[in-house]
């Protein structure tokens, strides 16, 4: 099993930035891509970003590229998300979530089904 604990989430004013960091413990998630996804008030859950298991293919929605940047440190067994020029939009909750399936790639790591483990989520709030 593994458990997923994000932080780094909180109150900022549009425009800010904030950095989520999220740690794997139980088992080691070094060979699993890896994601974040997050959830507004009142919408469903959307894919933010997510990084294969060495960082060589990476992928964001549209509405985050060029702001957020996804990255790992698989000796930490952390994935971070560095989020700059925060919008209203970007407000909700964000969630961490690991693949326990070495082989899932390309675009597919776009959705939910390809993540078995998910963290509790941390709360992101940009101020307009």
């Known amino acids: 099993q593994v458990q997923l604990v994000e932080s780094g989430g909180g109150l900022v004013q549009a425009g800010g930035s904030l950095r989520l960091s999220c740690a794997a413990s139980?088992?080691?998630?070094?060979?699993?891509?890896m994601g974040w996804f997050r959830q507004a008030p009142g919408k469903e859950r959307e894919f933010v970003a997510a990084i294969s298991w060495n960082g060589g293919a990476i992928y964001y929605a549209d509405s985050v590229k060029g702001r957020f940047t996804i990255s790992r440190d698989n000796a930490k067994n952390t994935v971070y998300l560095e989020m700059n020029d925060l919008k209203p939009e970007d407000t909700a909750v964000y969630y961490c979530?690991?693949?326990?399936?070495?082989?899932?790639?390309?675009?597919?790591?776009?959705?939910?089904?390809?993540?078995?483990?998910w963290g509790q989520g941390t709360q992101v709030t940009a101020s307009s």
């Open positions: 979530a690991a693949s326990g399936n070495p082989y899932f790639s390309g675009s597919a790591l776009r959705e939910e089904y390809v993540y078995t483990y």
């Open positions: 139980g088992r080691t998630v070094r060979s699993y891509p």
